[in-house]
């Protein structure tokens, strides 16, 4: 007997006053099965006052967390969080500090807890050079290896960095061009290992690109426009437990609402399913979506830049809409 659809929203409460402007959230499950949620906030995107937060949704629990801050820089920009769990259980936090005037000039760090995110390891850098960033959550491949979807901010092309050790180390790979540039990867793994990369575009009235690779990554095939619309804002993709897909994205070419999740039963050869989880007028915007250890599907995104909203539903939710028009 199939399941009944269910769905769930919440608004993560911010003090504005202190924090106007929150962006770019990522959320995880935890080993300890707590959800666990970061982005940036501050008095605007890029301004030297901005921190990244975090809140938490315990086990059993329906409410999140006040914030709290994890990474503020004196006199610099954080942005772009992004949290994993590796298979020993070990929490980790990619996220960028700008220092110079715009994201062209920021490096990547990240730091790890093995206390559920109660407490952190030392700053690391994962890449000297200025310009590489990170947005979407990275995979844990069939052989082992965990592969980050990163960008070059500076001329807008993709790539992945690969750890093979649990995350200790880590190599890039790849240049994935697109003709108006492309940031901002997210990757999935298909059931016969080779990898599906989707990309945000540059400029509005664009369409999500699409890559390959059959080798864990290390290569690619050249980017493809998809018939996805893609007006210059973030995307993701998430594999879930019945092997179907799930992408969450705003279905239009200009502004960034309304915000949709659609459903491929084929691997993201077609979209079969679309739904609309925002349509009003404003900004619902950068989604992050997980699958959780009960199978509820988990999506946090930018809510109007005001606070981070988090839903959540099922499957079965998915499948109680009108079929995506080609």
Not at 114 to 123: A, E, R
Not at 167 to 173: I, L
Request: some cysteine; hydrophobic content about 35%.
């Amino acid at each position: 007997m199939e399941s009944k659809a269910q769905f769930k929203a919440e608004e993560i409460p911010i003090d504005n006053s202190s924090y106007p402007s929150s962006h770019a959230s990522t959320i995880v499950e935890l080993p300890s099965k707590d959800l666990l949620s970061a982005w940036y906030a501050g008095s605007s995107e890029g301004a030297k006052d901005v921190a990244i937060l975090s809140s938490r949704l315990r086990a059993g629990s329906n409410s999140w967390t006040k914030p709290e801050v994890l990474i503020d820089t004196p006199g610099k920009s954080e942005g772009n969080p992004v949290l994993f769990v590796n298979i020993k259980g070990l929490l980790f936090l990619f996220y960028v500090t700008i220092f110079g005037r715009g994201w062209d000039e920021c490096k990547m760090f990240w730091q790890t807890s093995s206390d559920n995110g109660l407490s952190w390891g030392k700053k690391r850098v994962l890449r000297e050079e200025y310009g590489w960033m990170i947005r979407n959550k990275p995979i844990i491949l069939r052989g082992g290896d965990i592969l980050l979807p990163v960008y070059d901010e500076r001329d807008w092309h993709s790539l992945v960095m690969v750890s093979e050790d649990e995350g200790e180390n880590w190599k890039a790979y790849g240049k994935i061009t697109t003709p108006a540039g492309n940031i901002q990867p997210t990757v999935v793994q298909l059931s016969d290992e080779s990898l599906l990369m989707y990309l945000r575009t540059g400029g509005e009235g664009g369409y999500i690109f699409c890559s390959k690779s059959y080798d864990n990554g290390r290569t690619w095939t050249k980017a493809e426009a998809t018939n996805l619309p893609n007006p210059n804002s973030g995307i993701d993709l998430l594999r879930l437990k019945s092997g179907n897909i799930a992408l969450a994205f705003n279905d239009t070419p200009r502004g960034r609402t309304p915000l949709n999740v659609a459903l491929s039963l084929d691997e993201g050869k077609t979209w079969a399913f679309n739904k609309r989880l925002e349509t009003e007028k404003g900004e619902f915007s950068y989604p992050a979506i997980i699958q959780d250890s009960k199978g509820n599907i988990h999506l946090t995104y930018t809510n109007r830049r005001v606070n981070i909203k988090h839903v959540t539903f099922n499957e079965a939710y998915c499948r109680e809409i009108e079929r995506l028009e080609d």
